[in-house]
Nanobody, 121 residues
């Protein structure tokens, strides 16, 4: 089994910054990509940013220029640096990993439990 654990969420004022972290552990052979998603109340889950093991990065248009994703694939860790936060960034942020498991080398996607980010004055 594989576990993803996020940390770093919280309450921040508009214009402020936060850094989210996510560590994957367990029966991991290799990770293809690690991603951040978010889900606001009453809305569907959306992809925020993704980084591959080759360091190819993509962002949602809504966060370009404000958020930065970085990854340490040697340690199965991904970060999301969030700057110039807006009220509309308020959501539960989820880490996800596309990986090959040890043993049977099955490719699967795993999810963390989510961390709340609230942007409010």
């Amino acid at each position: 089994q594989v576990q993803l654990v996020e940390s770093g969420g919280g309450l921040v004022q508009p214009g402020g910054s936060l850094r989210l972290s996510c560590v994957a552990s367990g029966s991991i052979f290799s990770i293809n990509s690690m991603d951040w998603y978010r889900q606001a109340p009453g809305k569907e889950r959306e992809l925020v940013a993704t980084i591959t093991s080759e360091q190819i990065i993509n962002y949602a248009d809504s966060v370009k220029g404000r958020f930065t994703i970085s990854g340490d694939f040697a340690h199965n860790t991904v970060y999301l640096h969030m700057n110039s936060l807006k009220a509309e960034d308020t959501a539960v942020y989820y880490c996800s990993a596309d990986l090959f498991q040890k043993g049977d080398y099955t490719r699967r996607r795993y999810w963390g439990q989510g961390t709340q980010v609230t942007v409010s004055s």
